[in-house]
């Protein structure tokens, strides 16, 4: 954390277990539940109101480290130690992929024996999008079931292969995924 303006001052903290930093004299503050932007922005708002005349730039040096579960039909499942801020298209990528056998469609994220979301990897791979992708948590498990429905797509298509469906999804479906 750097001040500049009025006063000039860095330091390097640490945010303890209880979601507290100490801050140059404003003492404690609370970051609890945060992400980087909102803690950003509150520091930067608790500065200029506290310190007038003087700003601030946060930066992050270090992050903790995470451990994954990937299960199923993971292309190498297993336990995988990852920063902080990753999410389960990081995951998949660490662990290779999914395995000929798994659905792309239907990934489960559980958290404490709980299915919390499902992750359709079709949106990123064919559209570019990350509207369903995750921040993963330490002890997060990303299982892989088997593709349940496939339908073959050949002939004259820009990607003709196998393409999983799911339910709702007709033929139309996946000649627009061909």
């Given at each position: 954390?750097?001040?500049?303006g009025?006063?000039?001052?860095?330091?390097?903290s640490?945010?303890?277990?209880?979601?507290?930093?100490?801050?140059?004299?404003?003492?404690?503050?609370?970051?609890?539940?945060?992400?980087?932007?909102?803690?950003?922005?509150?520091?930067?708002?608790?500065v200029?109101?506290?310190?007038?005349?003087?700003?601030?730039?946060?930066?992050?040096?270090?992050?903790?480290?995470?451990?994954?579960?990937?299960?199923?039909?993971?292309?190498?499942?297993?336990?995988?130690?990852?920063?902080?801020?990753?999410?389960v298209?990081?995951?998949?990528?660490?662990?290779?992929?999914?395995?000929?056998?798994?659905?792309?469609?239907?990934?489960?994220?559980?958290?404490?024996?709980?299915t919390?979301?499902?992750?359709?990897?079709?949106?990123?791979?064919?559209?570019?999008?990350?509207?369903?992708?995750?921040?993963?948590?330490?002890?997060?498990?990303?299982?892989?079931?088997?593709?349940?429905?496939?339908?073959?797509?050949?002939?004259?298509?820009?990607?003709?292969?196998?393409?999983?469906?799911?339910?709702?999804?007709?033929?139309?479906?996946?000649?627009?995924?061909?």
């Amino acid at each position: 954390i750097s001040l500049y303006g009025n006063q000039s001052e860095k330091s390097e903290s640490f945010i303890s277990r209880s979601g507290e930093i100490i801050l140059f004299e404003l003492g404690p503050v609370s970051l609890l539940g945060m992400t980087f932007d909102e803690a950003t922005n509150y520091i930067k708002n608790k500065v200029s109101e506290e310190l007038i005349g003087t700003q601030v730039s946060v930066n992050l040096i270090e992050l903790r480290s995470i451990s994954v579960y990937l299960l199923g039909e993971a292309y190498k499942p297993g336990q995988y130690t990852m920063s902080g801020l990753s999410t389960v298209t990081n995951a998949l990528f660490v662990a290779g992929g999914v395995s000929k056998n798994g659905s792309l469609r239907n990934i489960e994220i559980k958290r404490g024996n709980k299915t919390i979301a499902t992750y359709d990897f079709y949106e990123f791979l064919l559209n570019g999008f990350l509207n369903s992708d995750l921040r993963l948590q330490d002890g997060d498990v990303i299982f892989i079931p088997f593709i349940k429905d496939k339908v073959r797509i050949g002939g004259s298509f820009r990607r003709p292969h196998n393409y999983e469906i799911i339910p709702g999804e007709n033929i139309q479906d996946a000649i627009e995924l061909a």
